[in-house]
């Protein structure tokens, strides 16, 4: 497609079930970031992927969040036993390849009553 | 590790009036420094980038900005502000990978 493209647009998870994100992202890029960005707040990163391989999962807040790319192209976010404190927008990023520009879908706006 | 600072959580400014939105960065190395722009229920969209070279930045919509080492800013500007300038704007450090953004300032535009 013509930009990076993420679904669902909008979710409401009950607390306590599993939930997962998906991301399209510009095809042939290389590069996949996972950012979460809290109400009032500037995106925080999650993870990043260049082609199937997790490099960098460092920002990922705990053992309940989960990333995969497995074909070096579409990527989940999962998110297990959801918690209020989950609750965000998550934004995919990709791009060509590390130290290129990077280019943000519209974001999964999740919500966690 | 890298930070950055955007000082001023929201702003007004008039239609037709100019605008220069703050940013402060602390980075270890020559940084990589980013403007995004969202728009309410949009994702990020790059006004502009500075990697190396001359420290004053063009981009989009009008959007201009200057690398000032010595005071580790970068200031976004604009001569006049439109209507359609109101969003929230996000500054940017990072290197090869992943970007560490400020908190992000909310520009409010009056007719």
């Known amino acids: 497609g013509a930009g990076v493209s993420q679904s669902p647009r909008y979710k409401v998870a009950k607390r306590g079930q599993d939930v997962a994100l998906r991301c399209d992202p510009i095809s042939g890029h290389v590069s996949l970031f996972w950012y979460q960005q809290a109400l009032g707040q500037g995106p925080e990163f999650l993870t990043y992927f260049q082609n199937e391989a997790q490099l960098d999962k460092s920002g990922l807040p705990s053992d309940r969040f989960f990333a995969e790319r497995p074909e070096g192209s579409v990527s989940t976010l999962k998110i297990q036993r959801t918690q209020q404190e989950d609750s965000a927008v998550y934004l995919c990023?990709?791009?060509?390849?590390?130290?290129?520009?990077?280019?943000f879908g519209q974001g999964t706006r999740l919500t966690v009553v | 590790a890298q930070s950055v600072t955007q000082p001023d959580i929201h702003i007004t400014v008039s239609e037709g009036a100019s605008l220069e939105l703050r940013c402060n960065y602390s980075y270890g190395a020559t940084p990589y420094l980013f403007w995004y722009v969202q728009s309410p229920g949009q994702g990020l969209q790059l006004l502009l980038k500075?990697?190396?070279?001359?420290?004053l930045v063009q981009g989009i919509k009008g959007f201009e900005a200057e690398f000032k080492r010595s005071q580790s800013s970068f200031n976004l500007r604009k001569p006049s502000v439109h209507w359609s300038d109101a969003a929230e704007y996000f500054c940017a450090v990072g290197e090869s990978r992943e970007l560490t953004f400020g908190k992000g300032t909310l520009l409010t535009v009056n007719p």
């Open positions: 990023a990709s791009s060509l390849r590390t130290g290129f520009e990077a280019f």
């Open positions: 500075y990697f190396s070279g001359d420290t």
